[in-house]
């Protein structure tokens, strides 16, 4: 088993090398994103992070979901995806923080709700660091995890075989999210979009 700096230092790595072209790749995908911010049912004045928030393609239907009253935060490990983030001026939208997702510097039950588009396959430890995810988020809270396509077309894209122990197959993320303080309310898995809807249990 890799240890978690070297899990960090992978993952670096794998976006560093994509960071300066990674919008340019996927050009038609903000509708995509708005909707599933929608989905998270935000109020003005809400407090949301985007964990693994890479270029930042999702704060600006974040900022517009919480107002200017609300507080928008992008987390990400790489920070060449961050400077790209500030390149394409989505720090306008929030706050960019350079920070592990795994050990969060945010008080507990302090968020609204967690957007995370492209994240969870990249964690080392699925079960807890969706714990941490929860123990930011307020009870009766909301979690998005997001793809802008869905499993299988995913896995034909990178060249995968879907298997049944998928982490993202409705019966094993149903499991975790509940190991891990959360109550999936929603599944969706189609072509062109994957998205799982969790409320923080008390
Ligand atoms: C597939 S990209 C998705 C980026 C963005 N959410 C999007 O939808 O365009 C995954 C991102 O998660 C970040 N990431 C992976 N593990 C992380 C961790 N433990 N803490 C913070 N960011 C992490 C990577 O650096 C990368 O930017």
Redesign the pocket.
């Known amino acids: 088993m890799r240890s978690m700096s070297e899990d960090?230092t992978h993952?670096?790595e794998f976006?560093t090398a994509r960071a300066a072209d990674?919008d340019r790749r996927f050009p038609d995908d903000g509708p995509a994103y708005a909707a599933a911010v929608a989905a998270l049912g935000l109020r003005q004045g809400g407090r949301v992070l985007?964990?693994?928030?890479?270029?930042g393609?999702?704060l600006p239907p974040l900022r517009a979901a919480v107002g200017p009253s609300g507080v928008v935060l992008g987390?990400?490990?790489?920070p060449a995806?961050l400077r790209a983030a500030a390149r394409a001026g989505r720090d306008r939208d929030g706050v960019l923080l350079l920070?592990?997702?795994?050990a969060l510097p945010l008080r507990s039950s302090s968020l609204d709700a967690v957007f995370a588009?492209?994240?969870i396959a990249?964690?080392p430890d699925p079960a807890g660091n969706l714990r941490e995810l929860a123990r930011v988020v307020r009870p009766g809270g909301v979690l998005a995890l997001f793809h802008p396509v869905g499993r299988a077309a995913l896995a034909a894209r990178q060249g995968r075989t879907l298997t049944a122990g998928d982490l993202r197959a409705e019966p094993n993320l149903r499991g975790l999210l509940t190991r891990s303080g959360w109550r999936m309310t929603s599944y969706t898995d189609e072509d062109t979009r994957f998205l799982a809807l969790a409320v923080r249990a008390d």
């Open positions: 960090h993952v670096q976006f990674w985007d964990a693994g928030c890479g270029t393609r999702a987390a990400d490990l790489t995806m920070a592990d997702v795994t588009a492209g994240l990249h964690l």
